[in-house]
């Protein structure tokens, strides 16, 4: 095996991919610039951190599970009025994240509140956060078959070691009293130390008869909007007014 070689494999048994895969560059680069010892050690470091932030996001960005990637960019504040570009902006520098406060978002359908919390985890997602997004539905499945079912069992451990956990599509589908505790449990547990994002179609008067119990709606509503930053969106239907067409 050549000298190089030697180094690529001993690069990989340390991990350090960066020069696993550039060691020849990064030693070609050093003669060019004729780099000090210290100079070289550097680079090599740098690369190796750099290379390993980025794989760290990648994998915090596939366990995130987003159903698709969207970004505040493209969405369109002009469409849609009743939500504040400034006061979603003040949210991208993750503050809110640190003081495990929780977002609402509350809207019929189409009106971007999937797309405004997914942006929000992704850009959570590159500044370092845990991320876990759930529909209501996927949520109630995990936590009623944790006990039987090993990605269940794990979805819901992902979900009570992540920084922020994207709840999304609450009150769309029928929950019977067994998940509305399971619910309680769980916003009870992940209280003062996970931001909670939900997003609902259902106005905070309409909670009473999705979860099916006064004293439960008031438990987990008291819980939820303690600290907390609400959104009323209202309006059109993006989809509805952007309808797509084949012909
Ligand atoms: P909701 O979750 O409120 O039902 P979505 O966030 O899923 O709505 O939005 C539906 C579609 O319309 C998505 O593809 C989304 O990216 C797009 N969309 C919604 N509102 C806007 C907007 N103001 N600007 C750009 N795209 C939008
Ligand atoms: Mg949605």
Redesign the pocket.
Known sequence: MSKIEDLKQQGLSLKLYNLYECVEALIKDAELKDSSYQEFLETVLEGEIRTKEKRAQEIRLKNACFPTL?SLD???FD??KSISKKKINRLLDMDWIDDIFNLIFL?P???????ICVALGYKAIEMGYRVTYTTMDHLMYALKTSDISRKSKSKVNKIHSSDLVIIDEVGYLPITRDEANLFFKLVSELYEQTSIVI?SNKGFEDWNELLGDPALTTAILDRLTYKCELFNITGKS??LEHRQSIV
């Open positions: 969207k493209n969405f369109d469409f849609q809207g359908p189409g009106v971007g509140k999937t797309h997003t993006y989809r």
